[in-house]
């Protein structure tokens, strides 16, 4: 499922005894300690950056845990002496577009009545109400480092729940708006397997198409090909809806339909509409054949997903081989 918006860490100031505070939350929490540049790199929506210590002399730490919770275990502990005054800042919103986010920018801002900012202005934003709405075209599912965010920001002063709630009402308007123009294309995987271990790949291609938001899933079923004219022969047919280029997905399909090594243990064939998006037409002659190109194509979807995820298709793989009576592969797959 492509997800379009999501939240940032919490971000609250504390100030007071700024040693003690920090041996204190160091030995309570896993905490990472960075530079205000790269404090934000990679921790989600469900981490605490806090910033600890008085205007000009700040230590930026990351701890993956609510403000509630630390506070709580502070108050517990009885060391909320150490602490002078505490703070949030501004919540975050981040915003998948796809090409041109200025447009979108300047919808969000109209009608919220936001304030147009650039990034590295935030942490100068002294309310502590509002929401600071970022911009990035890579996949919300990894995690994010500051250079993945556009350079314009919007600042909306308006309770972070609330807006988070109406922008997902029009989050599919504003992320289309993004695509100036582009439209989304209806493709189909026609599965093509020796073994007929049809379900198991539909399961597979399924997981990795929501895994790699490469689109939305519409439907599956049989349908049919022509091995030769007035042939007809059944194929298992999975339909979705994709706002990237055909090529792109076939890249993906290509990872795919190999395992370890240049095994490939079925055929995905990619159709928009009547065309056959093949091989060659991603290759662009820099690979010698297409096992090169399956090989290269499988690391890159393994790398694109989390462990769990590889996980996941590894288990999948292992069943869908082990459903192989260890005979030579099809022809029509080599």
């Not at 929490?29 to 989600?44: A, H, M, Q």
């Not at 002063?157 to 922008?167: D, G, K, S, V």
């Not at 493709?187 to 939305?216: F, N, Q, S, W």
Request: with cysteine; proline share 3%; charged share 30%.
């Amino acid at each position: 499922m492509l997800s379009i918006i999501r939240s940032g860490p919490r971000v609250v100031r504390m100030e007071g005894d700024d040693r003690a505070i920090l041996n204190w939350l160091k030995e309570h929490f896993p905490v990472s300690e960075s530079p205000k540049e790269r404090i934000l790199d990679g921790i989600g929506e469900d981490s605490t950056v806090l910033v600890v210590g008085d205007p000009g002399k700040e230590v930026y730490v990351a701890i993956d845990s609510f403000p509630d919770v630390i506070l709580a275990s502070m108050l517990t502990d009885g060391v909320c002496g150490m602490v002078r005054s505490v703070r949030r800042m501004p919540r975050s919103i981040i915003f998948r577009s796809l090409g041109d986010y200025e447009t979108v920018m300047g919808e969000i801002a109209e009608d919220f009545g936001g304030e147009v900012s650039t990034l590295d202005r935030v942490w100068d934003w002294d309310s502590d109400q509002g929401v600071i709405i970022c911009f990035t075209e890579k996949s919300l599912a990894r995690p994010l480092v500051m250079g993945d965010m556009k350079k314009d920001v919007v600042l909306v002063t308006m309770p972070h729940e609330a807006l988070r709630a109406r922008l997902r009402r029009r989050a599919l308007y504003l992320f289309n708006l993004s695509m100036n123009k582009a439209e989304w294309r209806q493709l189909e995987i026609r599965i093509y397997d020796a073994y007929g271990r049809y379900p198991l790949h539909v399961e597979r291609l399924t997981k990795a198409i929501d895994d790699l938001e490469l689109g939305l899933i519409m439907g599956e079923g049989w349908g049919k090909d022509y091995a030769h004219i007035l042939m007809p022969v059944s194929v298992y047919c999975l339909r979705f809806f994709s706002c990237f280029d055909p090529k792109v997905v076939k890249k993906a399909l290509m990872g795919l339909e190999y395992v370890e090594g240049e095994e490939r243990f079925a055929d995905f064939d990619l159709y928009e509409g009547k065309k056959k998006i093949s091989w060659t037409d991603v290759s662009a002659g820099q690979y010698k054949d297409r096992k090169a190109l399956g090989a290269i194509m499988r690391e890159e979807v393994r790398n694109a997903l989390e462990q769990d995820q590889v996980d996941e298709m590894d288990r999948l793989e292992a069943e869908i081989l082990a459903m192989a009576d260890g005979s030579d592969s099809d022809s029509r797959f080599n």
